[in-house]
């Protein structure tokens, strides 16, 4: 039976009111002050964000690495602007992480990140309070909460999919993340949430002193970024989608201000300081965007002299020469691949990224001690990934460690049954004379 557009979304809508009412739980929403139902109650929705934002920050490759004056700066503001929120008492967390991406997320319970692709391209705090504050909007809304809650509908399906790493086009060496963290990334908002969140985030910035333009000039960086490089804010647009619409009610209400707030000068004074430090490193950069355009055409030799360059111009992050050791992996250069990520891993010790990589060549290449050391600290800052885990469990079988090994292979059997990994383990256990 073919039943017209409405009247199956009023279907699915009510199945899916039938399913909740089993389940949830009524809460009061912070903005509207009206009940809701949901599928968490508030401890857990701070306790959710408490437990994913340390994954959902890893996927990203951590935070942007020695520059704790930048993550200071950018953590005043965003308290700044959510003590004037609805919910100024949440425990709220605001990150740079270390993406060149153009991209922002909030977890529920107030935890939020910018990516350092983000802030540079940005020129003033209005602008950077526009983004935060747009954030802050949807997590006193618990837009996150209402996505979550209908998302536990699909995301078993989305889990399994998982979410590319890095922007780069190493996808030979399986560095995906799924899981609850990776699922929450991809939550994309309606444009309702949208408007909602633009209408909160300009009231929070009018609240905290900030000028309203800055919100229009990010939405203009979006969409001239759009037109010039779309790859580096497509996650940006897919979960947050910039109608026109949007853009012209952000004009409307900068209008509708009065000039005693609309009028002031941006504030560009204290973030040009705060982003001194990744103005420097940004020849070191552009050598990584450089190597990461010619790893994609497939050029490994050029890439790994923009490589080489990246990491001899900023030795402070692990992942150029996480980089430059894949690229001479591609090129069969083991030697010089394995010591490549033995310098990432140490550069860049609490990533995962660089220490998956570091075990993965050294697993390879049979040295099974520093595989664990690797593979272990990966396993530590972004638990239970199917391939890190295999390549644990296998590298402690291969130096004789058999009861950890099945310990680490029955774990992902249970974790991720359907996963190649899983099947894998599964096959280890049987060939090693255990029993799942
Ligand atoms: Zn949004």
Sequence with gaps: MKLPEPMKNKLVGLIILLCLGLLAGCAVNPVTGQQEIVLMSEPQELAMGARYYPQTTQINNGLVPHDQGLQNYVSRVGHKLARVSHRPDIPWEFNVVNSDQV??????????????????????????????????????????????????FVSMAVAGAGLALSNS????VGAMAAGVAGSLLM?????????????????????????????VKTFEMFQRLHKSEPGFIAAMLSSHPLTDERVQTARDRVAATSRAIAGQPLQTAGFQKA??????????YEAEAKGDALAKKKNYAAAAKEYRRAADLYGGDGLFATKLALAQYQMKNYDQAMRASAEGAE????????????????????DFNKAKDYLGRADKLLPDQPRNQLLLAASYEQSGQRRTAASYYRRLVNQAPKSQEAAAAAYRLRQMGYKR
């Design 275 to 284: 982003l001194a430090a990744q103005k420097q490193r940004r020849p070191a």
């Design 187 to 215: 939550l994309s908002y309606s444009r309702d949430q949208e408007r909602q969140a633009d209408q909160l985030g300009y009231e929070y910035m009018v609240n905290a002193g900030y000028n309203p333009v800055g919100q």
């Design 347 to 366: 550069a860049s010790p609490g990533v995962y990224l660089p220490n998956f990589v570091a075990g993965a060549i050294h697993y390879k290449m049979k």
């Design 103 to 152: 991209n922002a997320f909030a977890l529920p319970g107030g935890k939020i990140s910018l990516t350092r692709g983000l802030i540079a391209n940005m020129r003033s705090e209005d602008e950077m309070a526009s983004v935060l504050a747009h954030e802050i909007g949807h997590v006193t809304a618990r837009h996150s909460v209402a996505q979550y809650t209908r998302g536990v």
């Design 169 to 172: 086009d190493y996808k030979e």
